[in-house]
């Protein structure tokens, strides 16, 4: 089985890998995912912000992703989510042993996720919940008391 390989020219610089590089990432940002040079990828994975009467849900598409590599802040009014995954290790394996399991080809490489944003001045930075399951983040936080619409009783 032929597997693709990549050969560096001069002294680890090609342009013609430069030049790739670069449309991959013009491509990328277009169609959702940048390429960082180190050989992650900074994805700007979907995120839904809805509401009802008494919150503001954020639901954010996180997959692969496990609770430990997500971050999340609140401050100043300012949602902030982060999330690293590292590239695997436990198959590099080694070259001259073959019962290792080294990889032929890798193209998964780590990843990073990173939004913030500006909440309204209803939101309360009090209480938060924040939920991972099956690749989506649902972050739920409850809105002001004095924001929230009340019944006014006609006399």
């Given at each position: 089985m032929?597997l693709p ?15 790739q ?8 940002r277009f ?19 809805r ?10 598409e996180?997959?692969g ?33 073959p ?19 500006t909440?309204?001045?209803t ?6 919940q ?7 983040l649902t ?12 019944k006014?009783?006609?006399?």
């Amino acid at each position: 089985m032929s597997l693709p390989t990549r050969v560096n020219r001069h002294n680890g610089y090609d342009s013609s890998d430069f030049v790739q590089r670069e449309f991959d990432n013009v491509l990328g940002r277009f169609f959702g995912g940048i390429r960082d040079y180190n050989g992650g990828t900074l994805t700007p994975f979907s995120v839904d912000v809805r509401e009802d009467q008494d919150h503001l849900y954020v639901d954010a598409e996180l997959p692969g992703f496990r609770k430990e590599d997500v971050d999340i802040t609140l401050e100043n009014q300012t949602l902030t989510i982060s999330a690293q995954r590292n590239q695997e290790t436990k198959h590099d394996g080694d070259k001259n042993n073959p019962d290792q399991g080294g990889y032929l080809l890798r193209e998964r490489h780590q990843a990073r996720f990173l939004r913030s944003f500006t909440l309204p001045a209803t939101v309360s930075d009090q209480k938060c919940q924040a939920k991972l399951q099956d690749g989506v983040l649902t972050i739920t936080l409850d809105k002001r008391e004095e924001s929230k619409p009340r019944k006014i009783q006609v006399s």
